[in-house]
C-alpha cells in the first residue's frame, strides 16, 4: 500500500534553537544563512548566555537574560531626558540589555554607559534618541 502525504508546518520554527560556542570569537562566526532573530548562543568562556536582537549582524548581539530573575523598566524619552541623556533606574542593575522600538516594532540595541543606577546614553550618528522614543531597560539586580 502507498501513502502520499504532504508535510505542512504549522510552525516557522528555526531549525537550531539553541547552541553552546566556545567563545566570542566563534559566536561571531556563526554564518548568516543559520542566524535568526531571537537566536540565543552560549559562551562558554565568559558564561553568558547572547541573543540576536534588532538584527543579524555580529552588533546585535545582547546579553539574555532569564524571565525569572528579570525586571523591565520602560521610558518615553521627553525632552528633559533627551537634554539630559540619562535615565534613573529604580535599582543598581546586572545584566542589563537596552532596546528601543523605532515604531516599527523592530527593535534597536543602544550604545550606553552606567554608573550605579544611572543609564547614560552614548549619542552618536547611529546611536540616536527623539522625544517619544520608548525604551525598555531589562535588568538583574
Request: net charge negative.
Amino acid at each position: 500500500m502507498e501513502y502520499k502525504s504532504q508535510i505542512t508546518p504549522i510552525h516557522n520554527l528555526p531549525p537550531i534553537e539553541y547552541q553552546n560556542v566556545a567563545d566570542i570569537t566563534e559566536r561571531d562566526a556563526i554564518p548568516s544563512n543559520v542566524r535568526y532573530l531571537g537566536m540565543e548562543v552560549y559562551v562558554v568562556a565568559d558564561d553568558t548566555k547572547y541573543k540576536l536582537v534588532g538584527g543579524l549582524l555580529n552588533t546585535n548581539w545582547v546579553e539574555s537574560i532569564p524571565d525569572w530573575s528579570k525586571t523591565t523598566e520602560t521610558f518615553t524619552i521627553d525632552s528633559t531626558i533627551l537634554t539630559n541623556g540619562y535615565i534613573d533606574l529604580a535599582n543598581t542593575p546586572t545584566g542589563i540589555t537596552i532596546v528601543k522600538n523605532n515604531g516599527l516594532g523592530l527593535p534597536q540595541t543602544l550604545e550606553w554607559t552606567i554608573s550605579g543606577s544611572r543609564i547614560t546614553f552614548i549619542i552618536s550618528s547611529t546611536n540616536i534618541l527623539t522625544v517619544g522614543d520608548v525604551i525598555e531597560v531589562i535588568y538583574n539586580y
